[in-house]
């Protein structure tokens, strides 16, 4: 299994930004697919997670309204589109795969990507 995230960077606070995780290798048809972030100092946690054999999404409260999770089965890729950003949003975001309990616990995902960097600031 490989993951791979890529779409990070720098924005400014209230811009948009759309990060990506390609995924390959799975054996099975039905996994699902979450996404987390981790700031400096803190625990990484769930942001959103979608299931690749349906349109169901779930979301951290929160977060839901300014960010949205989206896949394209035909690209092996899942989507994180990201509006409104606050400098509290920075983070390394992480793409995780196949969770085995809760989707918002990350000890549960078996498959992990090397994470990419989101920066709000002015």
């Known amino acids: 299994v490989h993951i791979v995230e890529s779409g990070g960077g720098l924005v400014q606070p209230g811009g948009s930004l759309r990060i990506s995780c390609r995924y390959s290798?799975?054996?099975?048809?039905?996994?699902?697919i979450g996404w987390f972030r981790q700031g400096p100092g803190s625990e990484r946690k769930a942001i959103a997670c979608?299931?690749?054999?349906?349109?169901?999404?779930k979301y951290t409260e929160a977060l839901k309204g300014r960010f949205t999770i989206s896949r394209d089965n035909a690209k092996s890729t899942v989507y994180l589109q990201m509006d409104s950003l606050k400098p509290e949003d920075t983070a390394v975001y992480y793409c995780?795969?196949?969770?085995?309990?809760?989707?918002?616990?990350?000890?549960?995902?078996?498959?992990w990507g090397q994470g990419t960097q989101v920066t709000v600031s002015s």
């Open positions: 290798g799975f054996s099975g048809d039905h996994y699902a």
């Open positions: 995780a795969a196949d969770p085995s309990g809760s989707w918002r616990d990350a000890d549960a995902y078996n498959y």
């Open positions: 979608i299931s690749t054999t349906d349109d169901s999404t």
